[in-house]
């Protein structure tokens, strides 16, 4: 079973930055894929940066430019900087692993951490 937890959450005043952290219990390289996901409240949850095994990442158009997907495999992490926050980007946020076709397609999730942007 795979394990994913996330770290960096919190409080931040609007313009602000933070870094979330999503540590593996394996190699993250047998991933084919990660990323963040997050959920407002009364929100559905929604991609917001993901990065491919070979390390081509994509992102929502809402936080392109502000945002940047990492991924250390020494470490088994990926990370999310968020720079200029809004208080739009409140939520609570998802990291995400996905395995090949050889093993199932399988998904993974990380129980979430919150991130709050005060204006």
């Known amino acids: 079973q795979v394990q994913l937890v996330e770290s960096g959450g919190g409080l931040v005043q609007s313009g602000g930055s933070l870094r979330l952290s999503c540590a593996a219990s394996?190699?993250?390289?047998?991933?084919?894929?990660m990323g963040w996901y997050r959920q407002a409240p009364g929100n559905q949850r929604e991609l917001v940066a993901v990065?491919?095994?070979?390390?081509?990442?994509n992102y929502a158009d809402s936080v392109k430019g502000r945002f940047i997907i990492s991924r250390e495999n020494a470490k088994n992490t990926v990370y999310l900087q968020m720079n200029s926050l809004k208080p739009e980007d409140t939520a609570v946020y998802y990291c995400?692993?996905?395995?090949?076709?050889?093993?199932?397609?399988?998904?993974?999730w990380g129980q979430g951490t919150q991130v709050t942007v005060s204006s």
């Open positions: 394996r190699s993250i390289t047998s991933f084919i894929g």
């Open positions: 990065i491919s095994s070979s390390g081509n990442t």
């Open positions: 995400h692993a996905r395995r090949g076709p050889s093993d199932g397609n399988s998904d993974y």
